[in-house]
């Protein structure tokens, strides 16, 4: 089946730190894959996507590589802020937009100054 | 860019009432809507996908006689949930896209539903 893992968190770092949150997937076909964001009391925005293997996403400082050969899609940052602090969502979708997203469990990001 | 508003954003009310809520897209036309519930410190459980005039599909579980959902328009799906009962009580997202090409899914903010 189709499935997403991410590292657990909570992962607490201090600021201008580097990030890594790290994402793998299991997937039939070539799926997309997104990094999604959510802030404590909101809906989620995405944050970054990749549709192809290779293809390189990235916003506000993110980036993530869509690795085909290891299956993963892991989301880095050079320099986190205390207002990065919150919940990252890896997710897939294997039609892009008219398909249904699994996500992951989630990894919740904390910065302290 | 593409916004989704989700309405209301809270409530609470009495054990074995019914709960509409609203989610609509403000600037784009949403052919497939999706609603997802959160538990606490948890991932997004896809509830149902709805496309725009034809009935919900919901994911293996889920009751549809419990959480109705309506798409009547390119613009507005709701989920009503009848005769809520504490367990209930969870976070609602709904997001929206359009058909095309890598076109990705827009998320509401959220509505928290606690019943008492």
């Known amino acids: 089946g189709n499935s997403v893992t991410q590292m657990e968190g909570p992962v607490t770092l201090s600021e201008e730190a580097f990030l890594t949150i790290n994402c793998t997937y299991t997937?039939?076909?070539?799926?997309?894959l997104f990094w999604y964001v959510q802030y404590p009391g909101e809906g989620l925005q995405l944050l970054l996507k990749?549709?192809?293997?290779?293809d390189k996403g990235s916003n506000k400082g993110f980036e993530a590589t869509y690795r085909k050969e290891t299956t993963s899609f892991h989301l880095e940052k050079g320099s986190v802020q205390v207002s990065d602090s919150a919940v990252y969502f890896c997710?897939?979708?294997?039609?892009?937009?008219?398909?249904?997203?699994?996500f992951g469990t989630g990894t919740r990001l904390q910065v302290f100054p | 860019g593409a916004v989704v508003s989700q309405h209301p954003s809270w409530v609470i009310c009495k054990s074995g009432t019914s709960v509409k809520i609203e989610c609509r897209s403000l600037?784009?036309?949403?052919?497939?809507m999706f609603w997802y519930r959160q538990f606490p410190k948890q991932s997004l459980m896809l509830m149902a996908t709805?496309?725009?005039?034809?009935?919900?599909?919901?994911e293996q579980g889920v009751e549809k006689d419990k959480f109705l959902i309506n798409h009547a328009s390119l613009t507005l799906s709701t989920l009503t949930v009848t005769s809520a009962h504490p367990e209930d009580s969870s976070f609602y997202i709904c997001?929206?896209?359009?058909?095309?090409?890598?076109?990705?899914?827009?998320f509401g903010d959220g509505t928290r539903l606690s019943i008492l």
């Open positions: 997001s929206a896209t359009t058909t095309g090409i890598n076109q990705p899914q827009h």
């Open positions: 997937a039939t076909g070539y799926p997309s």
């Open positions: 990749a549709t192809k293997a290779d």
């Open positions: 997710a897939l979708t294997l039609v892009s937009g008219t398909d249904k997203l699994i």
């Open positions: 600037d784009f036309q949403a052919t497939t």
């Open positions: 709805s496309n725009e005039g034809s009935k919900a599909t919901y």
